[in-house]
């Protein structure tokens, strides 16, 4: 989805809940107030700024929950670049024992491991990044959870 159709998007939920909160309570003042004019007119303007301040709170909430979105994809990226690094840092030394060997099979099978490898963290960084796997600590139960 394009970045200015989710702005747009966001900017109308807002809207439209501003406008909720405004028709509410002008319908309700309308009701149960007496019909004189300086009061209904007083009672609107108190309705108007009551959605506009419903639609500041809606954008407020929504701007906060993009932080929130945002701060726990960096910490995914940081989980997955870190893991890549160690996996990667007790693989290379193997396989430069079997090239430095020079059998010519275990070589095949080495490069064909490093390349499983390879998928497995690609797949593990789609899936970090996207939201598919969520990472707990220790000591809140599993390491990895697939959702």
């Known amino acids: 989805m394009p970045?200015?159709?989710?702005?747009?998007?966001?900017?109308?939920?807002?809207?439209?809940?501003?406008?909720l909160v405004g028709v509410m309570a002008?319908?309700?003042?309308?009701?149960?107030?007496?019909?004189?004019?300086?009061?209904?007119?007083?009672?609107?303007?108190?309705?108007?700024i009551a959605a506009l301040s419903a639609v500041v709170?809606?954008?407020?909430?929504?701007?906060?929950q993009e932080e929130i979105h945002y701060q726990t994809s960096i910490q995914r990226a940081a989980i997955v670049a870190e893991l890549n690094h160690h996996i990667r840092n007790a693989v290379f030394p193997l396989s430069l024992a079997i090239h430095k060997a020079g059998d010519a099979g275990a070589?095949?099978?080495?490069?064909?491991?490093v390349e499983r490898i390879n998928i497995a963290l690609q797949?593990?960084?789609?899936?970090?990044?996207?939201?598919?796997?969520?990472?707990?600590?220790?000591?809140?139960?599993?390491a990895s959870e697939q959702g």
């Open 26 to 48: 002008a319908g309700t003042h309308l009701l149960l107030m007496p019909l004189e004019r300086n009061i209904i007119l007083h009672s609107v303007l108190g309705d108007v």
């Open 107 to 113: 070589i095949t099978i080495a490069d064909e491991a």
């Open 3 to 19: 970045r200015d159709m989710r702005r747009s998007g966001k900017i109308v939920v807002a809207v439209v809940c501003g406008l």
């Open 57 to 64: 709170v809606c954008l407020a909430i929504q701007l906060r």
């Open 123 to 142: 797949d593990a960084t789609a899936d970090a990044l996207s939201g598919r796997a969520q990472y707990r600590s220790e000591a809140s139960g599993t």
